[in-house]
C-alpha cells in the first residue's frame, strides 16, 4: 500500500529556533500533501495545502511566514516552524492524495518547543 | 455550527459488542466520506472510503452513508480490545489530490475484555 514517511517523529527544541519536518511519498508521486495540526484530544486542524511547484495555500488564522512550506519535487514537502514558540508545541501530521483514491498520512511529528 | 459534527465520547464497550459510529455534516457538496482510525501518538490510518451514498462492508467494519440526511456511520461488529483507538470521520467534495478533507472530532473508543 501507499506508505507515507514523516521525520523526526519527536524533537524539542529551544524558544526561538527554527525546527524543519520532512515527508516523503515512498511509492508514488504526490502532487498535494496537507499539513494538519493536532491538540491533545483534539481533531486534525488542516494548516496548508502543498503543492508541488508552486506557493502552498494557507488555511485562515495560519501565519504563512511562520509556517514554512516547500513542496520541491513530487515526493517530498517540508514544513519548517520558524521561530518557535511554547505555543507551537503540538503534533505535526502531513498527509498526501495516494494512487487508489484515499489520503495517506504520516506517521506525526511530536514537536515540544522548551 | 461546524461542517463535520461527531460525538468526542469516550466510548466504553465491552469485548464482542457492536460500536456504531457516528457523523453528521452540513455541507451537501461532500461526496467523498472516509472512516480513520488513530491510535494515540500516531497518524491516522484509513479504515474505510465510500463515495456517495450507500453501504460498504470490509470484514468486521461496515461503512454507511445517508447523504439525504447528512449522517454517516461506522459500526465494528465482535469489537476487540485492539479496536481501542480514536475513530475519525472524513469527508471531502471532490476526488482530485487537491481537495481537503474536513474532520471530525474524532471519538475515542476504549474496548474492555
Known amino acids: 500500500g501507499a506508505v507515507v514517511s514523516q521525520h523526526p517523529s519527536r524533537v524539542i527544541c529551544k524558544s526561538g529556533t527554527s525546527v524543519k519536518i520532512e515527508c516523503r511519498s515512498l511509492?508514488?508521486?504526490?502532487?498535494?500533501m496537507f499539513w494538519y495540526r493536532q491538540f491533545p484530544k483534539k481533531s486534525l486542524m488542516l494548516m496548508a495545502t502543498s503543492n508541488e511547484g508552486s506557493k502552498a495555500t494557507y488555511e485562515q488564522g495560519v501565519e504563512k511566514d511562520k509556517f514554512l512550506i516547500n513542496h520541491a519535487s513530487l515526493t517530498l514537502s517540508t514544513l519548517t516552524v520558524t521561530s518557535a514558540h511554547p505555543e507551537d508545541s503540538s503534533f505535526y501530521i502531513c498527509s498526501a492524495r495516494d494512487p487508489h483514491d484515499g489520503y495517506t498520512f504520516g506517521s506525526g511529528t511530536r514537536l515540544t518547543v522548551v | 455550527q461546524k461542517e463535520v459534527e461527531q460525538d468526542p465520547g469516550p466510548l466504553s464497550v465491552p469485548e464482542g459488542a457492536i460500536v456504531s459510529l457516528n457523523c453528521t455534516y452540513s455541507?451537501?457538496?461532500?461526496?467523498?466520506f472516509m472512516w480513520y482510525r488513530q491510535y494515540s501518538r500516531k497518524g491516522p490510518e484509513l479504515l474505510m472510503y465510500?463515495?456517495?451514498?450507500g453501504n460498504k462492508e470490509d470484514g468486521r467494519f461496515t461503512a454507511q452513508v445517508d447523504k439525504s440526511s447528512k449522517y454517516i456511520s461506522l459500526f465494528i461488529r465482535d469489537s476487540q480490545p485492539s479496536d481501542s483507538a480514536t475513530y475519525l470521520c472524513a469527508m471531502s467534495e471532490g476526488s482530485g489530490g487537491y481537495n481537503k478533507l474536513i474532520f471530525g472530532a474524532g471519538t475515542r473508543l476504549a474496548v474492555h475484555p
Open positions: 465510500t463515495y456517495s451514498s
Open positions: 455541507n451537501s457538496a461532500f461526496q467523498y
Open positions: 511509492d508514488f508521486q504526490a502532487t498535494t
